[in-house]
């Protein structure tokens, strides 16, 4: 999966908690995003960055922050998570203009009862 | 109304059929449009990309857009078991400042099974 890892790939939580998604790439790219995967939705996106510190709201941003505090990781949290917010989690990255190609990570699934 | 539709199928198939998918879409500043490849449980992978109207081939994929009619097409000539999988559609504007920053806009996605 071309150097990209998300941590936990896997996650139960409770309606109201805090979760944090962690999206790691070895891969030196400028560009990463974190997209949600939803039944008859397609891949929609969440949040994306152009650089470390530089952050933008994508299509379905309410009720997720990001940060990117290093090139490697882009973390996605969930401030109060909602039952609407169960779905796939997926990180993707690029670096070659005009980054139509991203490279995607494997997957967080989570689910919030 | 979502800004780039797609049947999510499914669609199954016989092998060696060929198998068309297209997608819609209404966005005019849409330049690039892509398909990816969802293999189950895995990420999606680009399969192929054509910026602005006109025809790609590669191998036993081709890739059309008619961006008069806003509409793309993804063929896959000789189908095999192992092209079972979701394809999904994804387009990009330009903005006028020459960056889009990579945001995709994506379809459904359409189910394919090809059996042999």
């Known amino acids: 999966d071309a150097g990209i890892t998300q941590s936990p790939r896997h996650k139960v939580t409770e309606t109201g908690t805090p979760v944090t998604l962690r999206c790691h790439q070895t891969e030196n790219h400028r560009y990463m995003y974190w997209y949600r995967q939803d039944p008859g939705h397609g891949l929609r996106l969440i949040h994306y960055s152009y650089g470390v510190k530089d952050t933008d709201k994508g299509e379905v941003s309410d009720g997720y922050s990001v940060s990117r505090s290093k090139t490697e990781d882009f973390l996605l949290t969930l401030e109060s998570a909602t039952s609407s917010q169960t779905s796939v989690y997926f990180c993707?990255?690029?670096?070659?203009?005009?980054?139509?190609?991203?490279?995607f990570g494997p997957g967080t699934r989570l689910t919030v009862t | 109304q979502k800004e780039v539709e797609q049947d999510p199928g499914p669609l199954s198939v016989p092998e060696g059929a060929i198998v068309s998918l297209n997608c819609t879409y209404s966005?005019?500043?849409?330049?690039?449009f892509m398909w990816y490849r969802q293999y189950s449980r895995k990420g999606p992978e680009l399969l192929m990309y054509?910026?602005?109207?006109g025809n790609k081939e590669d191998g036993r994929f081709t890739a059309q857009v008619d961006k008069s009619s806003k509409y793309i097409s993804l063929f896959i000539r000789d189908s095999q078991p192992s092209d079972s999988a979701t394809y999904l559609c994804?387009?990009?504007?330009?903005?006028?400042?020459?960056?889009?920053?990579?945001?995709?806009?994506f379809g459904q996605g359409t189910i394919l099974t090809v059996h042999p």
């Open positions: 994804a387009m990009s504007e330009v903005s006028a400042g020459g960056t889009s920053y990579g945001k995709l806009t």
């Open positions: 993707a990255i690029s670096d070659t203009w005009p980054l139509y190609e991203q490279y």
């Open positions: 966005n005019s500043a849409f330049q690039y």
């Open positions: 054509t910026y602005s109207s």
